[in-house]
T-cell receptor, first 112, second 117 residues
């Protein structure tokens, strides 16, 4: 079983729609949960991170973690064509040199 | 202009050849990482180093080698023993995790796309 599971999509939405991305993880020891955004043929960049359970909001982006169900979510409100990218969820091993485990990434296209 | 640079951007290798991918950072980070990215599989860790002159294997180290002689440099060699080397290779760096109070972001370079001919 992979430590982080993510539906690779692809996902296509019209401009202005809400984008909902999800991941599940297997290790209850994980405490930090990240979302990275990767534009085509570029390196990933950190979008948001959350610690433990709860919500975190940054502009049009909201990250949620539900540790009871081991579920990670990212919501993008009022999506724009510039949001078209691959979104990767990741978790950190606190007991294994803080190594990151990544999901497969979901490719999102926002149609103008 | 701080950041991570990787070179070359595109690399072509013939069967049986070793090739070396460059990664340099000027962020003064102790930790550096090499990942491989294949379609539909996300990022997989090849090697990582948390301090100069020390490195550890990641999840898919077979057929790869690294060195960490300088803090700012972490080159990756893809050897002929790597059976399926065609992929997108990403280097990253972060502050050392010890003594931290929050998440230490991993900063990524622009990547090197390796193709075996």
């Amino acid at each position: 079983q992979k430590e982080v599971e993510q539906d690779p999509g692809p996902l296509s939405v019209p401009e202005g729609a809400i984008v909902s991305l999800n991941c599940t993880y297997s290790n209850s020891a994980f405490q930090y949960f990240m979302w990275y955004r990767q534009y085509s043929r570029k390196g990933p960049e950190l979008l948001m991170y959350t610690y433990s359970s709860g919500n975190k909001e940054d502009g049009r982006f909201t990250a949620q973690v539900d540790k009871s169900s081991k579920y990670i979510s990212l919501f993008i409100r009022d999506s724009q064509p510039s949001d078209s990218a691959t979104y990767l969820c990741a978790t950190e091993h606190p007991l294994n040199d803080y190594k990151l485990s990544f999901g497969a990434g979901t490719t999102v296209t926002v149609r103008a | 202009d701080g950041g991570i640079t990787q070179s070359p951007k595109y690399l072509f290798r013939k069967e049986g050849q070793n090739v070396t991918l460059s990664c340099e950072q000027n962020l003064n980070h102790d930790a550096m990482y090499w990942y491989r990215q294949d379609p539909g599989q996300g990022l997989r860790l090849i090697y990582y180093s948390q301090i100069v002159n020390d490195f550890q294997k990641g999840d898919i180290a077979e057929g790869y080698s690294v060195s960490r002689e300088k803090k700012e440099s972490f080159p990756l060699t893809v050897t002929s023993a790597q059976k399926n080397p065609t992929a997108f290779y990403l280097c990253a760096s972060s502050s050392h995790p010890s003594g931290r109070v929050t998440y230490n972001e991993q900063f990524f370079g622009p990547g090197t796309r390796l193709t075996v001919l």
